[in-house]
C-alpha cells in the first residue's frame, strides 16, 4: 500500500531497536510501538505485497506523519513504549477499560501505629500495602490481623509525652482483649512494633514467620504458668492455621510469583493475574483490554505485565506465562510450565480470566434484555421514542413526618444508580403527596435546564390519578410537558395512566415492558427506605438521647449505633454504661432513665 507518509521516512529509517509513532491529520498520535529493527517493522505496515489485517490496513491510510526514536536496546524501547502509551493513550494501542483506584492496607506512620483500609495514599511515610482488587478480601485480611494481633483502633496522638501526662483512659476495646492499653502505658511501644512486624509478614504472605512468632509467645507463657495466656495465643495459632489451609493452593516451595493467563479474541483480551507467596494466592486482579489491531498474544501480555506489575508494586523475579514473550527483561526471568504445579498455577489465572469471560457475556445479554424490554414498553403504550432514560419518582414519609421523595433512573433498561437523587420536602406543611411530588418535579426539571441537561424520554410517577396531575402541572409550568412523556402506575391493578385520561391502560401481566416500570417502582421504593433509615436514626437520637443534659451527639450516636435503639439503651447497667461512656456520663445516662433515690447507692458501691 502507498503512503506519502511512509515514503518520506523510509529512506532514514535504521535497522536498531527504537519506538515510531503514528500521526493522524490532525496531529493526533494514532500509534505507538517498538521494534527490534525500525527499517523491517514500520516496513511492514506499508509493503503491498505483504499480507495485512483489514484493520491494519484502516489505521495505515490514517496514517499523514511517521516519527522514530532510536534505543540501545529492546528493553529500552519497551520502556519509551509504554511511557508514551500512558501519556498519549494513543487510538490504536492496546487499552485498559476498567482502571479504577483500588483499597490499600495503610500502616500510619505514627507513635503505636494503626492499620486501616484506604483508597488515598497520602506521602507521609506511612506504609501502604496492597492494592487489593476486593474490598471483601481487604476486610478479612484486616479481620485476620485483628484476630492475631491486639492492636489499637483509636485515633488518639499517642505520643510517650501524651501518654505520661495522662490524657486517655483504656476504652472497651481494652476491655474485651483487644487493645494491650498502650495508651495508658500498659505496652510499649518496643512490643507493639513487634506485632507491626509480623503483621507485615501476614500481608506479604509470610506466614511461617508469624507462626514461629506465636508459638516463641505460647512457649513464653507456659514457662512462666500464665496458662490463660498460653492458651489465648494458642487460640490465635491456631486461627491462623485455618486461614492458612484455605489460602494454600499448591507447593508452600513456590514464592514471590507473578502468573499470568491469557484470553486474547478479535478486538478485546483478558488477562488473570496471581501473585503468589509461599504458595499462597496474596494478590489477584482480572482485566480487559480493547483492542484496535491484530495483537498477538505476546505483545498483549507484554503491556499487561507492565501495567499490572506497576500497579501491584510487584518485584517478582519470576513470571509464569502461557507463551514465550519476545522481550524478556533483565528485572525477572520467564517460565513457560508445561507441567506441574507451575502449570497449575497457569491453569487457575486462566480459569479466572474465563470466568471474567462469562461475565461479559452475561451482561451483554442483561443489556439486550433491558433494550428489548424498553422496546416492548414502546409498544404497548404507543410511546413517539424508545424509552432509553426513564426516570421514576417515589414519595414517602415516616408516620406522617418527614416526607421524602426519591428519584431513580434507569439508562438502556438498566439502574443508573449515579444519576439516583433523595429529596427532602422543603415546601410543603404536612403529609400532602400531590404537593410533595409537585414540588419534586418542579425542583428536578428546573435544575436539568439550568445545567442544561437531557431530559428523559419518560417520566414513572409511582401513584394514581393525583399524583400524575401534579407532576404533569409542574413540567407545564416549567414549559416541558412536551419534551417528554410522564406516566403514572397504581399499584393496586398495575394500572397505566396518561395525564388527562380517564381510563387506565392495562398491560399485559407477563410483558417485560410491565416488568420494566414495575422494577423502577421498587427500586424508587427501595431507595426511599434507605434514605427513612438514615432519618429515622437522626431523628431517634435528637428526640430521646440528646434531652439528655451533659450528653452531646457523637456520644449519642455511638450509643445508638452500638446498641440500635433506645429502648435498649434504657435497659443497660451502670456498669455496662461505663464501659462505654465512662463513668460521669454512665451516671448520667442511668440516673436520666432510672430515676431513684437509691441511685447513690450503685454508683459509690
Do not use: W
Request: one cysteine or more; glycine letters at 6%; aromatic letters at 8%.
Amino acid at each position: 500500500m502507498q503512503s506519502k507518509a511512509f515514503d518520506d521516512v523510509k529512506k532514514h529509517l535504521p535497522k536498531q531497536p527504537g519506538i515510531y509513532k503514528y500521526f493522524g491529520s490532525d496531529g493526533k498520535l494514532l500509534y505507538v510501538g517498538k521494534a527490534k529493527n525500525l527499517k523491517n517493522r514500520v516496513s511492514s505496515y506499508f509493503n503491498k505485497n505483504k499480507f495485512v489485517s483489514a484493520r491494519i490496513l484502516v489505521m495505515a491510510k490514517q496514517v499523514q506523519k511517521i516519527e522514530f526514536t532510536i534505543v540501545e536496546t529492546e528493553q529500552d524501547a519497551l520502556l519509551l513504549e509504554n511511557s508514551i502509551i500512558k501519556k498519549h493513550n494513543p487510538k490504536y494501542n492496546i487499552q485498559l477499560r476498567d482502571d479504577k483506584t483500588y483499597p490499600h492496607i495503610c500502616i500510619k506512620n505514627e507513635p503505636f501505629p494503626r492499620v486501616f483500609l484506604t483508597r488515598k495514599i497520602i506521602r507521609d511515610g506511612s506504609t501502604y500495602l496492597g492494592p487489593y482488587t476486593s474490598v471483601k478480601n481487604v476486610r478479612l485480611l484486616l479481620e485476620l490481623i485483628r484476630n492475631l494481633f491486639p492492636i489499637r483502633t483509636c485515633k488518639h496522638n499517642l505520643t510517650q509525652s501524651n501518654i505520661n501526662k495522662g490524657k486517655f483512659k483504656v476504652c472497651l476495646e481494652y476491655h474485651i482483649g483487644n487493645c494491650k492499653g498502650g495508651c495508658v502505658g500498659l505496652e510499649t511501644e518496643d512490643a507493639y512494633l513487634k506485632s507491626i512486624k509480623q503483621i507485615k509478614n501476614v500481608l506479604s504472605g509470610n506466614y511461617g514467620s508469624v507462626k514461629t512468632y506465636l508459638k516463641n509467645e505460647m512457649e513464653h507463657f507456659v514457662q512462666r504458668y500464665e496458662f490463660e495466656k498460653a492458651e489465648t495465643v494458642k487460640q490465635r495459632l491456631d486461627y491462623l492455621q485455618v486461614f492458612q489451609a484455605k489460602s494454600t493452593i499448591v507447593n508452600m516451595k513456590l514464592n514471590d510469583i507473578d502468573v499470568f493467563g491469557l484470553i486474547n479474541k478479535d478486538d478485546f483480551a483478558i488477562v488473570g493475574f496471581l501473585k503468589v507467596a509461599n504458595g499462597t494466592i496474596i494478590q489477584s486482579k482480572t482485566i480487559e483490554l480493547a483492542k484496535n489491531l491484530d495483537e498477538p498474544d505476546q505483545d498483549v501480555l507484554e503491556y499487561a505485565i507492565n501495567h499490572i506489575r506497576n500497579k501491584f508494586n510487584s518485584t517478582a523475579k519470576e513470571i509464569i506465562v502461557p507463551v514465550a514473550l519476545t522481550n524478556e527483561k533483565e528485572e525477572y526471568k520467564v517460565t513457560v510450565p508445561q507441567r506441574g504445579d507451575k502449570k497449575k498455577l497457569i491453569d487457575l489465572a486462566l480459569k479466572n480470566a474465563l470466568y471474567h469471560l462469562q461475565e461479559i457475556k452475561l451482561n451483554k445479554g442483561k443489556s439486550l434484555a433491558g433494550l428489548e424490554a424498553a422496546e416492548n414498553l414502546m409498544i404497548q403504550l404507543k410511546l413517539a421514542e424508545l424509552p432509553l432514560h426513564i426516570e421514576c419518582f417515589d414519595n414517602s414519609n415516616l408516620q406522617g413526618t418527614n416526607p421524602t421523595s426519591s428519584m431513580v433512573v434507569f439508562k438502556d433498561g438498566k439502574p443508573s444508580k449515579k444519576d439516583y437523587r433523595h429529596y427532602k420536602i422543603k415546601t410543603v406543611v404536612g403529609p400532602d403527596d400531590f404537593a410533595s411530588m409537585h414540588e419534586v418535579v418542579t425542583r428536578r426539571y428546573k435544575r436539568v435546564i439550568e445545567q442544561k441537561g437531557l431530559m428523559p424520554n419518560l417520566i414513572l410517577i409511582d401513584g394514581g390519578k393525583g399524583q400524575l396531575s401534579a407532576a404533569f402541572n409542574a413540567l407545564c409550568e416549567l414549559g416541558l410537558n412536551e419534551q417528554c412523556t410522564v406516566i403514572s402506575i397504581a399499584k393496586r391493578n398495575e394500572e397505566i395512566f396518561f395525564p388527562g385520561d380517564s381510563d387506565s391502560i392495562i398491560m399485559d401481566k407477563k410483558s417485560e415492558g410491565l416488568k420494566l416500570l414495575q422494577q423502577l417502582r421498587d427500586e424508587a421504593h427501595r431507595f426511599a427506605i434507605t434514605f427513612h433509615r438514615k432519618l429515622r436514626l437522626k431523628s431517634t437520637v435528637k428526640n430521646e438521647l440528646l434531652d439528655i443534659k451533659g450528653i452531646g451527639k457523637a456520644t449519642a450516636e455511638d450509643l445508638l449505633r452500638q446498641y440500635k435503639s433506645v429502648k435498649k439503651i434504657k435497659l443497660l447497667s451502670f456498669e455496662d454504661l461505663k464501659l462505654n461512656v465512662g463513668p460521669a456520663k454512665a451516671k448520667i445516662i442511668f440516673e436520666y432513665f432510672n430515676p431513684s433515690d437509691n441511685n447513690s447507692q450503685k454508683f459509690s458501691a
